[in-house]
């Protein structure tokens, strides 16, 4: 995603610094914009103090995010959504810079109310092995929180619902690429337990663009940023093996542990604050991604063999 959003602010005239530690991340994404003059990438852990100079906005997105990610590097995870939030806290307080932290809708856990609300606090499992990474962001939100209340830093919070595009890894084990990658491969396409857990899917430049609304607004207290449509594993299984034309079929796994049964944004916040709303169904989300993926999983046959 921050690949999305630093192409995103060039668009918009900025320069942008990009940090990352590439601890789930590939370089190979910014690759593109390696001859714009306005743009820099540091390689470094925001888990330690780091200072790019000036900035007018820092927007914090550092975390592995995929369930297979965040259960390899179960404490990085717990350390940059900890001391990477306070260092890059310290940034925007120390230039006087907008603060936009990356929270996620795995702060609500495996909700008892749906559709999920902001003022909905949340069912999580704080010794499960998912809480890594989500009592970590639950941190991150406290500690951004703080930072406004205490030192008046002009932070923001986006809880984002699975987000969807290019650059995506094919093998972090997340819904789509995971199953784009099967379908291509003429693979059976894993669906956990009978499929009938719901996930709304969003296109990446719709996150990308309430991201960034939120970020200019004058709201401080968390605002969900995903797409409302709800659909069934299975039927996002089917959506895949229509948009790629595959054969393959679908093949059935147990659910694993704490695997929230229902997720769905009430964006009627994002709405009424920033205007904001999807635009990209998943059907054409999934066609403007099919190249990448195509791409990706031709790359990685290629290399295997
Ligand atoms: N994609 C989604 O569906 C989704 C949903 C909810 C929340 N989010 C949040 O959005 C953010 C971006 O997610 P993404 O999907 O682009 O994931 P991603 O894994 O592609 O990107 C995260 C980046 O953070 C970097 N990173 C991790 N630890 C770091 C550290 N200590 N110092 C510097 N860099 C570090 C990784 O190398 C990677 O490039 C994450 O914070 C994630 O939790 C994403």
Known sequence: MGSHLCDRLLGDGCSVIAVDNLLTGRLSNLDHLRNDSRFEFRQLDVCEPFDCGPVDAVFHLASPASPVDYSVHGIPTLKVGSLGTFQSLEVARKYGARYLLASTSECYG????????????????????????????????????????????????????????????????????????????????????????????????????????????????????????????????QRVLAVTGSKSKVRYEPLPQDDPKQRRPDISKAKRLLDWEPKIDLETGLKMSLEYFRQAVAEETSSRA
């Open 110 to 237: 495996d909700p008892l109310e749906h559709p999920q609300k902001e003022t909905y606090w949340g069912h999580v499992n704080p010794v499960g092995p998912r809480s890594v990474y989500d009592e970590a962001k639950r941190f991150a939100e406290a500690a951004t929180m703080a930072y406004l209340r205490y030192h008046s830093v002009d932070t923001h919070i986006v809880r984002i619902f699975n987000t969807y595009g290019p650059r995506m890894q094919i093998n972090d084990g997340r819904v789509i690429p995971n199953f784009m990658r099967q379908a291509m491969r003429g693979e059976d396409l894993t669906v956990y337990g009978e499929g009938s857990q719901t996930r709304s899917f969003c296109y990446v430049s719709d996150e990308i663009e309430g991201i960034l609304r939120l970020s200019k607004s004058t709201e401080h207290l968390p605002v969900n940023v995903g797409n409302p449509t709800e659909f069934t594993i299975l039927e996002c299984a």
